[in-house]
């Protein structure tokens, strides 16, 4: 296991946060539960799916695993 020094382990810390603040700025979430959900669960549904489907989903601006089911299926 990498031992990192204090500081350095707090500047990945910080990195990590303001790095999820953004991923959750650049979708347009609020910092709820249920959207953080939705949008969690959304990604991973994106990553179990063919690419040409995950563009489309993508292209669509799908926000909730019913929408991605149901555009999925048509």
């Given at each position: 296991m990498i031992r990192l020094e204090t500081s350095?382990?707090?500047?990945?810390?910080?990195?990590?946060?303001?790095?999820?603040?953004?991923?959750?700025?650049?979708?347009k979430i609020d910092k709820n539960f249920d959207n953080l959900r939705q949008l969690m669960l959304v990604e991973e549904f994106r990553q179990s799916v063919p690419h040409d489907l995950r563009t489309h989903l993508e292209d669509k601006g799908i926000n909730t695993l019913s929408e991605a089911a149901v555009m999925s299926d048509s």
């Open positions: 350095k382990r707090y500047y990945l810390i910080n990195l990590t946060k303001d790095l999820f603040d953004q991923w959750l700025r650049s979708k």
